[in-house]
């Protein structure tokens, strides 16, 4: 091949590959940018409304409101208490995430049974009440940084044990969260796969739970989000605030330490 063909070869590669970075990075900017026009009107905003309504609303057996509740942070606390979320209360002797701990207020304060909400479908009844008032408590630490404690053995336990059922395979399709979610630069169709062994992928990936999807019309929690996961991975689906879903957001949460909160956020 003569030199004028070679320059020609290599001009024509060089013009197929721009094209293709170009493709792909307006493509991530239009979404971003279609995600920040329905931000606006972000839906979550209702969920949000209905959510401190049940904080400060007496309800339940006990006919009283979850203002007393301690998220970790002191008795009626909010402010702040998402970002360091899950983590071990002593009243219980477990390592909680929010949504059990609403459980645990709920049961406590107001006499509503566990099992209404454990064995409830998601968007209905008491487990919708519970999505509504995770929202309402996570956007109060909305831009706050996320920095779970880890002094406590059992908080270092669940962290460990949310390691090996991230990276652990299986099922039909011998997949495991670390196959979508375990390296940088992945992507499926047209959405990106945030890292969630470190930042910043993990800084928009498990800080932007809850949030709106508005493929489905729902407010998803993290519970929902990984119950979804391991669907999608052909596992059996985990129960409700389930050890190993406490533990999985352990071990994101930590790994997301300094990424600022996002919530609530909005998804396809």
């Not at 402010?79 to 979320?85: D, H, P, R, S, T």
């Not at 709106?212 to 605030?241: I, K």
Request: glycine share 10%; charged share 25%.
């Amino acid at each position: 091949m003569k030199a004028h063909q070679l320059a020609l070869a290599a001009a024509v590669l060089g013009l197929i590959a721009t094209s293709v970075a170009w493709a792909q990075k307006s493509t991530t900017e239009a979404i971003d940018e279609y995600r920040e026009m329905l931000q606006d009107g972000n839906l979550a905003e209702l969920y949000e409304m209905k959510g401190e309504e049940l904080w400060k609303k007496a309800r339940g057996p006990k006919n009283a409101s979850l203002e007393k509740c301690d998220l970790g942070m002191g008795a009626g606390v909010v402010n702040g208490a998402f970002v360091q979320l899950p983590r071990y209360f002593a009243d219980t002797n477990e390592v909680q995430d929010l949504e059990s701990r609403l459980v645990t207020c709920m049961s406590t304060l107001q006499g509503i049974n566990p099992k209404e909400i454990i064995n409830g479908k998601w968007g209905k009844g008491e487990r919708a009440n519970v999505t509504a008032l995770a929202t309402w408590v996570a956007a109060q630490s909305k831009d706050m940084k996320f920095d779970l404690p880890q002094s406590n053995p059992q908080e270092r336990i669940a962290y460990e044990m949310g390691k090996r059922a991230f990276f652990q395979r299986g099922g039909s399709h011998d997949f495991s969260c670390a196959t979508c979610h375990g390296e940088d630069g992945k992507r499926i169709r047209l959405q990106d796969l945030p890292n969630l062994t470190k930042n910043p992928g993990d800084g928009v990936g498990f800080a932007a739970w809850p949030a709106y999807r508005v493929s489905n019309g729902q407010m998803w929690t993290m519970q929902h989000r990984l119950n979804d996961c391991y669907r999608q991975q052909r596992f059996p689906e985990p129960g409700y605030a389930s050890p190993i879903t406490i533990a999985l957001g352990v071990y994101m949460g930590v790994n997301a330490k300094g990424a600022k909160s996002a919530v609530p956020a909005i998804k396809r």
